[in-house]
């Protein structure tokens, strides 16, 4: 699930992502990569374990009137997709990428 804010000050959108401990109920660590970190796995964004609400958070801040592909990564070795993304596309590596769109 992604959680947008738009800011009228700056074309900025605050979009929090949120996966349910149900997709990596035993992960050590969750983390989002996508194109608005160049894919860079050193550059990961780490989530954050919300054990009381059940999900892993991140809060990013993204340009807005764009769309980003992006991806959970589990461990380190697993890649997870947002079961509410706004939109998924094909990657060259035979799976999909979802999108966020900060399109306002």
């Keep these: 699930m992604i959680e947008k804010k ?3 000050s700056k074309p900025v959108c605050k979009a929090t992502f949120t ?4 997709a990596a109920p035993d992960a050590k660590e969750v983390s989002l990569i996508g194109e608005f970190n160049d894919w ?3 550059n990961a964004i780490p989530l954050k374990k919300s054990a009381k609400a059940g999900v892993y958070k991140a809060l990013v801040e993204l340009e807005t009137g764009k769309s ?3 991806r959970y990564l589990i461990d380190g ?3 997870e ?3 509410a993304a706004d ?6 590596f035979g ?3 979802s999108v966020v769109s900060t399109l306002n």
Excluded: G, H, Q, R
């Design 6 to 8: 738009f800011l009228k």
């Design 19 to 22: 996966l349910p401990v149900e």
């Design 40 to 42: 860079d796995i050193a």
């Design 68 to 70: 980003y592909e992006f």
């Design 77 to 79: 070795e697993t890649w």
């Design 81 to 83: 997709n947002d079961w």
């Design 87 to 92: 939109a998924y596309t094909a990657s060259p």
């Design 95 to 97: 799976e999909e990428n």
